[in-house]
């Protein structure tokens, strides 16, 4: 068995595509991880992760739960799901046992192919990957085959083209043209007229559907009034499609800190046990603007009457430009879902089991939204979800699925 030699220290960095501004030190000793910002980055006054990781000199350190000892803005740097389960295939591809790998270690491989902004070094990542071309059909066969736990010769793309992306969902970070008709890796900077985009896979308990599903999700929260990127449903062999959608932390090549929920409040993901009331707070003290505020209102009233239920604490981010600037991500992973057992993974006022429009409002209400508005915004994600039966048919969503689904919805 090869011996695995475990970094002890790691620089943190921002990088924004300008010169990666050093944030700070992480370090590893005697099974506990501290970190210490740089003086120079205390000065400029940028807080990217004010409650849990407050601007100030000296050490810092955690406890082990939930992050495996990491503060939770770095552990947002981290894979979870599809990309945790290729980094440990990989390892143990090389005769390595994943358990003998720190946290410190995993972003060493991250470095700066990371979603968001934060850089680390050293970059074991593999910098030198090449722009080429994607095939999905094929990128999905790969995916499959890794899931039942065959072709450990496709890992090492497979990684390459998954970044840090969370998720249960097989993805892959691409580039796309702008005329959609050519996909190439899109884990670094990307040529001029390519955009960052990132195409999800089916996992081992999805139907043939699934992307079309969550793509008509997508059309109707965007008609719902909720803020959400470009997206698209590529043809695939077999299925009703690929589902896409292009990435908030780039725009062109400039990147933002993006900063999950869950990171931000050291909320155990797996573990429901935030309120919306917890989202609207965090929302308000973070962006100060009662128009990000009503956005997480919004999203609140979509996943409710959508029976989107797997909406836990990793699925709400926030992003944070150059100038310290926070406002609340575009919406994602918006889909039919349940959540743990049966429930909704974030409560409404309290109430998880069967949330309903009665606790919608009282939420309005404790958010300081007026009347008419928490009226209209119902209204609106109302109208939209009646489109479902047509959408769904005309995108290759099956009869039972489109059936069961309506059944759901509020």
Known sequence: MKKHTSINELKVGLDFNKDIIPVGRLAFRDYRIYFEYDQDFISRGLEISPLKLPLGSGLQVFDYHPFEGLPGVFNDSLPDGWGRLLFDRYFRSQNLLPEDFTPLDRLAHVGTSGLGALVYEPDHSDVNAQEEEVNLDLLSQQTQEILDGDADEVLQELINLNGSSAGARPKALIGLNSTKDR??????????????????????????DAGAIEYVYALMAKEAGVEMMPVNLFEASKGAGYFATQRFDRVGNQRFHMHTASGLLHSDFRIPSLDYEDLITLTGVLTKDIREVEKMYRLAVFNVLS???????????????????????PAYDLTFSSGPRGQQSTMVMGEGQSPTVEHLMKLGKEANLKRDKIDNVIHQTKHALNQWEVLAANHGVTKANIKLIKSRML
Do not use: C, Q
């Open 183 to 208: 996909i190439i890796s899109g884990k670094h900077n990307l040529p001029g007229n390519y955009e960052h985009w990132m195409v999800k896979f089916a996992n081992s308990t999805d139907g043939v």
């Open 307 to 329: 029976h989107n239920r797997d909406d836990h604490s990793k699925n709400f981010s926030f992003l944070m430009d150059a100038e310290g600037g926070w406002k609340l991500s």
